[in-house]
């Protein structure tokens, strides 16, 4: 429940009410600036999270700033400290986890488009998405991978063509260390991380080859080794974080020994 504004302060007030559509459309910015903020790693867990700055930092209002907090707080992110919110702290096992309930949900999506009878037509703007990933290695650089790599994954969500899976995976996308892009420009040897965006595209063209072909269960497998490709990168990174702790910043929410 809101308190009442102060004298003189109404128009304001309601121009950033949340039950006004600037309300929601500030609630919604500032829930998706600060979740990809705390996703990222950019405060490290058990930080407090103030109100007046970061409503400035946000540029949102302080009242659409809580109900995006509230909201982090029912994802798991933020939780309630006092009278305020803390970025909350994850094990290393929260992040495998997170990385097996994505491929699990991609396998299931890889699955159904296989089992539907994707067409080839329906393929074309996947091929072309590998393509592009296939110029950029070309070129023998990575810069540009994780962006084609997102888009990749989102539209291997769209071919299940069901919307709740599409909204799992949006859904699952959400928890920390879980995007397919999420360790894909951070480590400092090059090679290694080279061969392993390889490999990762190896399983992009097998998987798009089983959709076509009609092989479920192989699409699935595939998705859920893909997957598995991003835990190892993580591995490498936490059993590395003494050295990687600034180049891998989403390790700052781990809070497990
Ligand atoms: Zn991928």
Do not use: C
Not at 193 to 209: E, M, P, T, Y
């Amino acid at each position: 429940m809101r308190s009442l504004p102060e004298k003189g302060t109404i128009n304001v007030y309601m121009k950033n009410d949340i039950t006004t559509p600037s309300g929601h459309s500030q609630t919604e910015r500032g829930l998706r600036e600060l979740r990809s903020r705390i996703i990222a790693g950019h405060w490290p867990a058990g930080s407090r999270l103030r109100e007046v700055p970061l409503a400035k930092v946000l540029g949102v209002s302080r009242t659409p700033l809580r109900a995006a907090l509230l909201k982090l707080e029912q994802e798991g992110l933020v939780e309630r400290s006092g009278a305020g919110y803390t970025v909350r702290g994850f094990s290393i096992e929260d992040a495998y986890v997170a990385i097996e309930l994505r491929g699990i949900i991609e396998g299931t999506a890889a699955r159904m488009a296989a089992e539907r009878g994707t067409t080839v037509g329906e393929l074309e703007p996947i091929k072309a998405t590998i393509t592009a990933i296939d110029t950029i290695f070309a070129n023998d650089a990575v810069d540009g991978y994780a962006p084609l790599n997102d888009q990749f994954h989102k539209q291997l969500a769209e071919l299940a063509e069901n919307a709740l899976i599409k909204r799992e995976i949006e859904r699952a996308n959400q928890l920390p260390f879980a995007a397919p892009s999420s360790f894909s420009s951070n480590s400092d040897d090059f090679i290694r991380f080279k061969n392993s965006l390889v490999i990762g595209q190896h399983h992009h063209r097998a998987l798009v080859q089983a959709i076509e072909r009609g092989e479920g269960a192989r699409a699935e497998a595939l998705a859920r080794e893909h997957a598995q490709l991003s835990r190892a990168n993580i591995e490498v990174a936490y059993l590395e974080r003494s050295e990687n702790n600034i180049k891998v910043p989403q390790l700052a929410l781990i809070t497990t020994e």
